[in-house]
Structure formats: C-alpha cells, structure tokens
C-alpha cells in the first residue's frame, strides 16, 4: 500500500515560524499499535496561531477551503511543487459537545491560545488522544494513550465520555474488535450504565460504525459479542441478540444461531453486502424454530428472513441498492448446488452476474461456521458450472432476448400494457430451458402460440 506522505518541510517550517503544529489522530495511533495498518490520512493541529492568520499562510502554499470554519477545521491541499498529492484537516484546538436530537450537532469552542492537551483531552479514548509535535518528533500523550495501546485496552478520556457522545459506545466496541483490544474494565461499566443513551443517536451514525465494525475488523465476531455483553446489542439489532441461545440440533451445527451467525461474517469475505448477508442469514431462525424428534426444523427461515433484513437495513438508513442486495443473499441463501444446466441458467438469472458469485461466498462462510468442518467442493464445483456457462454467454435476462417489447406490439397490434411484458417473460423462460430457441422468427412463433393461449383461456372463462 503506498504511504500518505504528510506535509511538506517547507510548509511546516513557515508555520513553525508563526506557532506550533502537530500530528494528530488515528494516524498517530496506528503508529504505536502496528507498522503494518493501512496508512491513513494525516490530520494537523496548529496552536498559538489565529485561523485567519493560519489562513493567510497556507494559501501562500496551497488551496484553502474553509467549509470547516465554524468547527476551526481547514481543508487543505497543497500546490504540486509542495507535494500536493492529498488534502489534509488543519485544525486548531477545540472543545466540544455533541448536542440537538440524534447527537448529530455539535457545540464547537475553538481557540488557538488552548494548549494541545487541551484538544486531546476532549477526545473519545486514551489511544486517540495523543499527538506528535513536529518540531521535536516528541509524543504528546497526557492520558497515557501509548500505554493502553501496550496493554491492549480501550479506555475513555473521561467518565462523562459516552455522555458527552453516546456513538462512543459503539466507536469503543469497533475499535475493540478492529485492534483486537479489549474495553477497560471500568470503560465497559460506563458503557453498560449509558447504554440506553445509544436510543439517541441518529441511524446514520449507527450505520456507520456498524460498516466499520464489518469491514476494519479481521473477526467482527468480537464486536458483536462485546455489544451483546455491554447491552449495546439488544438496543441497536435486537433481532440479532434474540438469536442468543437458540440451539440448532440435528447434527449440522456446533453453535447456537447467534454464534453460528457471528462466525459467518468472520469467515466471509471483506465485503458490505456479503457480510451484511452473513450477519441476517438466519435471523429468522429463533420464530421459524419447530423441534422433532431428530432435533429441529427451520422451514421457510430464509424467506421471512429476507423480509426481516429488509426492514432492519431500511431502519438503518441502508441505501436502497444495498438492501436489494443483501436481502436477495439472504433470501437465496439456501440455494441447491446440484442442480442441472437449466438450473445453473435460472441462477445466474435470478441472482445477476454481479451477485452470483457473492452467493457463493455466502455459502462457503455459512458451511465454515458450522463448525463441523463441512466441504465445499460442491460450491466450487457450481462456481466453475457458472463459469463456464457465462463464457458462453446464453441469454439470462430480457436484453439478452433477440425480440423485445416493439417486437411483440407491432408484430400482434398489442398496446404497451403487462401483457406485452408476460409475452417476453414467457419466451425468457423457454430460452433459459433451452438457448437455441433464442432466435428471432422461433421466439415469434412461440409469442404468437402463448396468445392464442390467452385468448382461448379468457374465452373459455367467459
């Protein structure tokens, strides 16, 4: 991965002459947890210089956008002579508080007489308030913040932390699971005392977390054991932790449904809409539950499942082509591998080119959380059938048809109307059967045969 180079000498010299600046954030963090996270993007603090001042300066070297003035935030992107490959934040020294409904505003205090300790210790946890000063390569960390790194904790800067914003909470937990870090003991106890405060915090917020928690994490499975234990869980997907010790006998699984569910996103790929898929795959398993004598049935838990994902995503602010998408996972999810040519067709086409293959990834999670050591030679038996039926490159939708709507009007005199798209749905079916039909004077034959038939069952039904 190529490093995010950080400002130029030159421009930190000309605001040394003027004050102090230091590094700040996550990619001074990172820096102390592991050589080999992702570079990120370097954020400045300035201090002892006044922002129209700061200002001023910085446009001598680059562009400055002031869309962050009200917060004390610049944005800056150096001219190319400076290197300007990136634009960074430029901050001076604040206070902060989160305030109105959903804790999406914020009451900002900034002033460049505040000392930088006064900046870091408004922040969320000990390991994101430190900073490293420029002018002597030295590390500013009045809370300690290297220490808890060493110690693997995640701790907050104060015990009015997750009132102050209670996003924190699931900030805390998604650090926890990203840097396989536990929660502070007295950390968590907050977190459990302020946990109905999450209740105000807006879904966008949430959702975002939450993508981070999926994504940033190797094992998400940590995250969401931590947020069952803080209660955070419960408040934020309650369909989930309804699936806390739901047993799953019958021999084809080691773990209860939530557990099962959890590892399932582990073993996905690094992906939202897969593992958002993994997380809902079963979650309707708690309600579809029937014991027999054998162990258990879940019937039908894939399609109510899918219904209940789409109303969880859509409580959550998902965009619509992701709760499409996810939904469409989880409602084929339970899809049969040993299927003929015809089936491998009807697939692709229920699914699309772009999610059959996420399916599959699917599967093979879902088989690996099993925890009975499953096989999966029969997905990757289906993925080479699919392969190699997409190289031939049959019809598997309405374009792919060698008629289409104009066809079927003006050949038969039919106005737009549903009937001219229950006409084409019938030809992609005989097509999907058997790809030689897809030629135009056979598939107008078959169009003429499927209205004759309409017209024969509506008379005869008068």
Avoid: W
């Amino acid at each position: 991965m190529e490093k995010i180079a950080g400002l130029s000498d030159k421009i930190i010299q000309a605001i040394l002459k003027k004050g102090r600046i230091y590094e700040v954030g996550g990619a001074v963090r990172d820096k102390y947890i592991s050589p080999i996270l992702p570079d990120k993007d370097k954020d400045y603090l300035t201090t002892g210089i006044p922002l129209d001042e700061l200002c001023s300066l910085l446009s001598r070297f680059g562009k400055v956008d002031m869309v962050g003035k009200s917060f004390g935030v610049i944005k800056f992107r150096p001219f190319k002579e400076f290197d300007g490959e990136h634009v960074f934040d430029i901050a001076l020294p604040r206070k902060e508080y989160s305030t109105g409904p959903g804790h999406k505003d914020f009451k900002v205090e900034y002033d460049h007489n505040l000392l930088v300790e006064d900046d870091l210790t408004r922040r969320d946890f000990t390991i994101n308030a430190m900073a490293e000063d420029l002018s002597t390569g030295e590390l500013v960390d009045p809370l300690n913040g290297r220490k808890d790194i060493k110690r693997r904790l995640i701790k907050i800067t104060n015990p009015h932390s997750f009132k102050d914003d209670p996003l924190r909470m699931l900030r805390g937990v998604q650090f926890a699971a990203r840097f396989e870090f536990e929660l502070e003991k007295e950390t968590l106890q907050s977190l459990q005392k302020n946990v109905d405060l999450i209740s105000t915090v807006s879904a966008e917020r949430i959702q975002e977390e939450l993508n981070k928690l999926l994504l940033k994490a190797k094992y998400p499975s940590a995250g969401f054991r931590l947020m069952h234990e803080g209660g955070l869980l419960e408040k934020i997907l309650p369909e989930l932790d309804s699936c806390m010790g739901i047993s799953q006998p019958g021999g084809y699984h080691a773990y209860d449904v939530f557990e099962h569910s959890i590892m399932t996103v582990d073993f996905a790929p690094r992906d939202l809409v897969i593992r958002l898929a993994a997380l809902f795959h079963d979650i309707c398993k708690p309600e579809t539950k029937v014991p027999t004598q054998e162990g258990a049935t879940f019937y039908g838990h894939e399609k109510r499942g899918a219904r209940l994902t789409r109303k969880v995503l859509q409580r959550l602010r998902y965009s619509n082509q992701v709760i499409e998408q996810v939904t469409l996972l989880v409602d084929k999810h339970m899809f049969t591998t040993g299927v003929t040519d015809k089936g491998v067709r009807r697939l692709i086409r229920k699914m699309g080119e772009e999610l059959v293959f996420p399916l599959l990834e699917l599967r093979r999670a879902d088989v690996a959380a099993q925890g009975k050591e499953g096989s999966t030679q029969d997905v990757d038996e289906l993925e080479e059938r699919i392969r190699l039926e997409l190289e031939r490159k049959p019809p598997f939708g309405l374009k792919d048809l060698e008629v289409n709507g104009n066809d079927i009007m003006n050949t038969f005199n039919i106005p737009p109307s549903p009937l001219v798209g229950q006409v084409l749905n019938y030809l992609l079916e005989l097509v999907l059967d058997d790809p030689e039909v897809n030629q135009k004077e056979r598939l107008m034959k078959e169009a003429e045969f499927f209205l004759k038939n309409i017209s024969t069952t509506s008379a005869n039904q008068k």
